[in-house]
């Protein structure tokens, strides 16, 4: 029975890109509605195969973690899009906080330094004193 649905579904499949590709090269006016709805089932089937993973992702990490979790695997991927979101974007003013915490013993005055979070201005110092 699954042979014969797989078959049919390929002659359907063949038939179809035969009939598409006949049209196309025959008749010239439609070709432009041919490509457009092409464009169309490839958005689609992309689409459809990127949820496809998601779900999969999902499903994988839920199902091979031990312990068990309050919070959904959907709520769990919108908080991790939120995240990546957040961590792209930083308000100005948590910026302008954190270049006021640096303090330098030797660079009071640089300010190029000051733009940088505390963590990467002891890294840069530090490779400044294995150069020194």
């Given at each position: 029975m699954l042979n014969l649905i797989?078959?049919?579904?390929?002659?359907?499949?063949?038939?179809?890109?035969?009939?598409?590709?006949?049209?196309?090269?025959?008749?010239?006016?439609?070709q432009e509605v041919i490509k457009e709805e092409l464009t169309n089932l490839f958005d689609i089937c992309k689409k459809f195969f990127l949820s496809l993973r998601n779900l999969i992702r999902i499903l994988t990490s839920t199902s091979l973690s031990p312990e068990e979790?309050?919070?959904?695997p959907m709520e769990e991927a919108v908080s991790k899009k939120d995240e990546q979101v957040l961590n792209v974007v930083q308000p100005i003013n948590e910026i302008n906080e954190k270049s006021e915490e640096v303090k330098h013993d030797d660079y009071d005055d640089d300010?190029?330094?000051s733009?940088?979070?505390?963590?990467?201005?002891?890294?840069?110092?530090?490779?400044?004193?294995?150069?020194?």
């Open positions: 797989t078959i049919s579904i390929s002659l359907f499949l063949i038939i179809l890109a035969g009939w598409t590709v006949t049209t196309y090269f025959i008749k010239k006016d439609s979790r309050d919070i959904t300010v190029a330094l733009s940088f979070s505390p963590e990467v201005v002891e890294v840069i110092n530090e490779e400044e004193e294995k150069v020194a």
